[in-house]
């Protein structure tokens, strides 16, 4: 069973920055394409960041287009979501998932992914 494990999570003043991480367990994390999703109270959960198994395209909704950042550093099985001029609209879970046999370069949609880690909590004031 692939495990996910997200950190860095935390309160931030608006306008500052915050990086999260996610390592995943086992031997075949190059092979996955990667996602970063997150959930505020009462919402769905929405797209937020996704990158290839190549670590060549990503892809962000226009909502943390120009602000986030998603990379990977194979050799350390670990995912990173660089989030810069948060927003107390960033308030939410932020969760990390594997695509374990992606079907596209990037994958954006919730039921692409097979495994997910806990979420880890962003609180954003004003």
Partial sequence: QVQLV???GGLVQAGNSLTLSCVVSGRAFSQYAMG???QAPGKEREFVAAISR???????PD???GRFSISRDNA???VYLQMNSLKPEDTAVYFCA?????TA??????YEY??????TQVTVSS
């Fill in 54 to 60: 190549s670590e060549s395209i990503t892809y962000y």
């Fill in 76 to 78: 350390k099985n670990t």
């Fill in 114 to 119: 097979d495994f997910w880690g806990q979420g």
């Fill in 63 to 65: 909502s943390v287009k």
């Fill in 6 to 8: 997200e950190a860095g």
């Fill in 98 to 102: 594997a695509d374990s046999i992606p």
């Fill in 105 to 110: 370069i990037v994958s954006t949609q919730e």
């Fill in 36 to 38: 970063w999703f997150r």
